[in-house]
């Protein structure tokens, strides 16, 4: 069960806030092998991992219109009805963050202003393993659809049956992406960085995984394709008090220990009265979870840390800089506004993380590792550049063309300073 810590000295906090991890240098020598031999060997290299790693041998990695037809009647109504349900509050949210730039005056006769541009080709990656995460889906291409991008490919693990879970098929279709590929892992990352006779390359590749998937974005980012933030194991922090109800909290711990083993979750409280409550709930709710094997694993490296105050608790969740937020004190809005680095806030008993996972409309690929502290969730921003525009008139020309020459001057850049001057001579000759 969760490891118990009452009041630590700061001088420990650090050590307690860590999270599992691989021995990284075996785990960089793994995935660039993967990675060198699918930027090698192509389609040759993909058939083998996919018999290696997912126990298919397949003849085609492209998801057929007769298997989309299957996956459609397959998936009952009312888990159809959920997913675009979640689908019409995901498009809500994302579409409130459409940007409008406005032209600006910075002096008399230069304009400046943005573009908001898409992504013209995203990759998609959406884990299998142990769940058919559908809903990751919906969080990726919705945006990506409201974005504007041209081209949107997903990649997925195929079942042991060499076909893709139904309901991922129909939250694709439900999003709009008509490209899918069965292939997974560290070798979907290359395959979507590289391109190979039959995955496109794209520019831009994004979605949660694994230490290896999240290795691989990583090793494949600085030259090949940009991607979306390192996003790994799962991880939730709770915040609670004697006004918590011991439920709750331990169900939000139990929904995020269940994703994988190497999930972490974390809860901290100022009253140590809910810590046994909490223990008690936990060891009873995961009884009765079918993940149940998974989530005790987790829980080995999981932890509870009674602190003596709100100030602390705070303390403590930036410095963790959590993907997943759970404040669920007496005063959970007056904690919200000393929130400095987390993924997704979930304030209030009756905001559970599930709720954000899946329905709420906000997105759920998040920065975990600690990475919240620079990065952002996936929102529509994601999926576009901001390009920048000026335009400078004869007026313009008088308001900035002497500093320019004596900034360009004064870094020897002659070709710069004769880039204005000729112009500024040109309008005093006419």
């Known amino acids: 069960m969760l490891n118990v810590h009452i009041y630590p000295e700061k001088a420990q906090w650090s050590g307690l806030l860590k999270r599992p991890v691989k021995d990284a240098a075996a785990l960089t020598a793994t995935v660039s092998a993967v990675l060198d031999d699918v930027r090698r060997n192509g389609d040759e290299a993909l058939h083998r991992y996919e018999l290696q790693f997912d126990h298919v041998d397949l003849t085609s990695f492209a998801v057929t219109p007769e298997e989309i037809a299957e996956a459609e009647a397959a998936v009952?109504?009312?888990l159809r009805e959920a997913i675009e349900l979640a689908h019409r509050n995901i498009a809500t949210f994302h579409s409130a963050q459409a940007f409008h730039g406005e032209h600006c005056t910075v002096a008399d006769g230069v304009e400046c202003w943005q573009q908001s541009i898409p992504i013209e080709k995203v990759g998609l990656y959406i884990p299998g393993g142990t769940a058919a995460l559908f809903s990751t889906v919906l969080m990726l291409a919705t945006p990506a659809k409201i974005a504007g991008c041209k081209e949107i490919i997903l990649c997925t693990p195929p079942m042991k049956d060499g076909r893709v879970h139904p309901a991922v098929l129909?939250?694709?279709?439900?999003?709009?992406?008509?490209?899918?590929?069965?292939?997974?892992?560290?070798?979907?990352?290359?395959?979507?960085?590289?391109?190979?006779?039959?995955?496109?390359?794209?520019?831009?590749?994004?979605?949660?995984?694994?230490?290896?998937?999240?290795?691989a974005k990583q090793l494949v980012s600085p030259a090949e394709v940009a991607i979306d933030m390192p996003a790994g194991p799962s991880e939730v922090m709770v915040l609670a008090d004697g006004s918590s109800n011991p439920a709750f909290v331990a169900a939000d711990l139990?929904?995020?220990?269940?994703?994988?083993?190497?999930?972490?979750?974390?809860?901290?409280?100022?009253?140590?009265?809910?810590v046994p409550l909490v223990e008690e709930e936990t060891a009873r709710q995961l009884a009765r979870l079918p993940r149940r094997d998974i989530a005790a694993q987790a829980l080995q490296h999981s932890r509870i840390i009674v602190l003596h105050n709100d100030e602390e608790m705070m303390e403590m969740a930036n410095l963790y800089a959590p993907e997943h937020l759970i404040i669920e004190t007496a005063n959970?809005?007056?904690?919200?506004?000393?929130?400095?680095?987390?993924?997704?806030?979930?304030?209030?008993?009756?905001?559970?993380?599930?709720?954000?996972?899946?329905?709420?409309?906000?997105?759920?690929?998040?920065?975990?590792?600690?990475?919240?502290?620079?990065?952002?969730?996936?929102?529509?921003?994601?999926?576009?550049?901001?390009?920048?525009?000026?335009?400078?008139?004869?007026?313009?020309?008088?308001?900035?063309?002497?500093?320019?020459?004596?900034?360009?001057?004064?870094?020897?850049?002659d070709a710069h300073r004769q880039a204005m001057k000729m112009r500024r001579e040109s309008l005093e000759q006419a």
Do not use: W
């Not at 892992?185 to 994004?206: E, H, N, R, W």
């Not at 559970?352 to 329905?359: F, I, K, L, Q, V």
């Open 254 to 274: 139990l929904s995020q220990a269940e994703h994988g083993v190497d999930s972490q979750v974390l809860l901290l409280t100022t009253t140590p009265g809910i």
């Open 170 to 215: 129909v939250a694709a279709r439900t999003a709009g992406v008509e490209r899918v590929y069965k292939i997974g892992g560290v070798q979907a990352i290359a395959a979507m960085a590289y391109g190979t006779g039959s995955v496109p390359k794209v520019y831009k590749i994004l979605g949660p995984g694994n230490q290896y998937v999240t290795c």
């Open 76 to 78: 009952s109504a009312e």
């Open 332 to 413: 959970y809005m007056e904690l919200a506004k000393e929130v400095i680095n987390a993924g997704s806030v979930f304030l209030g008993s009756l905001t559970p993380e599930s709720a954000g996972d899946y329905a709420s409309g906000t997105n759920h690929t998040l920065p975990t590792n600690g990475y919240a502290t620079a990065y952002s969730g996936v929102n529509l921003d994601t999926f576009c550049r901001k390009v920048t525009f000026q335009h400078i008139t004869a007026q313009g020309i008088q308001s900035i063309g002497r500093a320019v020459e004596t900034l360009a001057r004064a870094e020897a850049l």
